[in-house]
C-alpha cells in the first residue's frame, strides 16, 4: 500500500490502535507509525533541518479526543527552529465517521444476528463514547440486539457474547470500533457452545486508510500555505469538552480560572459565572452528494443562531444523530470523511 502523497506522515496512535501494533503494516509506505509522547519526539525531531516538516495524523477514530491534546503538547515541547517542526492535522476521524463505519459493517451482517461492537478499553470517557456510538448504530440499524464489549475492559468480549446468548442469539459478528481488531485465537477469545461466533474485520479497509491519511496531510499542507496555521493551538483544546464537568449548588456561583482561562457555569439558581467552553452536541453527515431534503421526524435544535436550508449541507455542518443512507459502503463512508473534514 502506498500513499497519495510524497511527504511524510506520522501516524501517532493510542489505544484504539493498540500504540501503534495495529497499524504497523503501513509503515514503509510513507507512513511512521508511533505512539504518543517520547516515541513522537523522537520521530520528529529527527526530521533534518532542510527536510518538509512531516505532517502529525492522531489515529483516533472519535473516542480518545486526549490523542489529540497530548500530540499537540508534544510538538509544542519540539526546540523551535526557522519553519514549522511538523504539522498537526485533524484526527484521523470522529465519533459521526465510526457511527458511519459500523453502520456500514451491520448492513452487511442479516438482521437476525447479533451485534457486539468492541474497543480497546479506555478511561471511563472513552469507554461511555462507545456506548453513545453503539446506541446511535442500534437506533438507527435493522438489529435489535447490539451490545458493547471492551478489550481489555469490563465486559470484555467474552461476557458481551455471553450476554448475547443469554438474550437468545445463536449468532455474533463482532464489529470492531477500532484499528485494533480482536484476535479470534486469542486467550479469552469468545467461544462457548451453542453460539456462533464470527468476525467483521477492521472498520476502515487498508485502501481507504491511506486515502484519509494522505488527505490530512494534504489539508494540513494547504492550511499552513494559506494561513501559516500549524494546528498546534487547536489540538491543545481538544479534550476541553472531554472528561468530568462540574456544577455549583445554588448560591454557590463564582468565577475562576481553569489552565489560565476564565469560564460561566450556569446554576439551579440562575446564577451564572464566566464560562468559555464550548459545549458541541451530536450530528450526522452525508457522504458526497448525498445532500438532500428530509424530515427526521424529530424536532431538533442548535445552540447558534444560523440560516438554515434543509436542501443543503455546507461542509462541516453538522446536526441530528448520524445515520448515513442504508448500504453505504465501508470506502463510501470513507469519502464521506474526506468531504466533511
Request: glycine letters at 12%; aromatic letters at 2%.
Amino acid at each position: 500500500m502506498t500513499m497519495a502523497s510524497d511527504h511524510r506522515v506520522i501516524a501517532v496512535c493510542g489505544h484504539e490502535a493498540g500504540y501503534g501494533s495495529a497499524l504497523r503494516d503501513l509503515e514503509g509506505s510513507g507512513v511512521t507509525v508511533v505512539a504518543g509522547g517520547r516515541e513522537l519526539y523522537r520521530a520528529v525531531a529527527a526530521t533534518g533541518p532542510g527536510e518538509e516538516p512531516p505532517c502529525v495524523v492522531p489515529m483516533t477514530l472519535g473516542r480518545d479526543a486526549r490523542l489529540v491534546a497530548d500530540t499537540a503538547r508534544t510538538l509544542r515541547a519540539l526546540p523551535p527552529r526557522t519553519g514549522p517542526r511538523a504539522l498537526l492535522t485533524a484526527p484521523f476521524g470522529t465519533s459521526q465517521h465510526l457511527v458511519a463505519w459500523l453502520r456500514a459493517a451491520a448492513g452487511r451482517v442479516p438482521s437476525g444476528s447479533a451485534l457486539l461492537v468492541t474497543a480497546p478499553a479506555g478511561d471511563p470517557f472513552d469507554d461511555a463514547e462507545l456506548h453513545r456510538v453503539t446506541a446511535l448504530v442500534r437506533r438507527y440499524g435493522n438489529h435489535p440486539l447490539v451490545e458493547v464489549a471492551f478489550t481489555g475492559g469490563d465486559p470484555d468480549p467474552a461476557e458481551g457474547v455471553r450476554r448475547c446468548l443469554l438474550l437468545g442469539a445463536d449468532r455474533v459478528v463482532v464489529l470492531s470500533a477500532a484499528f485494533a481488531v480482536p484476535d479470534p485465537a486469542a486467550p479469552g477469545a469468545p467461544d462457548l457452545p451453542g453460539i456462533r461466533v464470527e468476525h467483521a474485520g477492521p472498520p476502515v479497509s487498508r485502501t481507504a486508510l491511506a486515502t484519509i491519511l494522505a488527505e490530512r496531510a494534504l489539508d494540513a499542507r494547504r492550511r499552513w500555505s494559506e494561513r501559516s496555521d500549524d494546528g498546534i493551538s487547536a489540538g491543545l483544546s481538544a479534550a476541553d469538552d472531554h472528561g468530568h464537568g462540574h456544577t455549583h449548588p445554588p448560591g454557590e456561583g463564582h468565577d475562576h480560572d481553569h489552565d489560565g482561562h476564565s469560564h460561566r457555569h450556569s446554576h439551579p439558581s440562575g446564577e451564572d459565572h464566566d464560562h468559555a467552553h464550548e459545549h458541541p452536541g451530536h450530528g450526522h453527515t452525508h457522504p458526497p452528494g448525498e445532500d438532500h431534503a428530509h424530515d427526521h421526524g424529530h424536532p431538533h435544535h442548535h445552540g447558534h443562531p444560523h440560516d438554515h436550508d434543509h436542501h443543503r449541507h455546507d461542509a462541516g455542518h453538522h446536526h441530528g444523530p448520524s445515520h448515513p443512507r442504508p448500504g453505504t459502503t465501508a470506502d463510501g463512508a470513507a469519502r464521506s470523511v474526506r468531504s466533511s473534514a
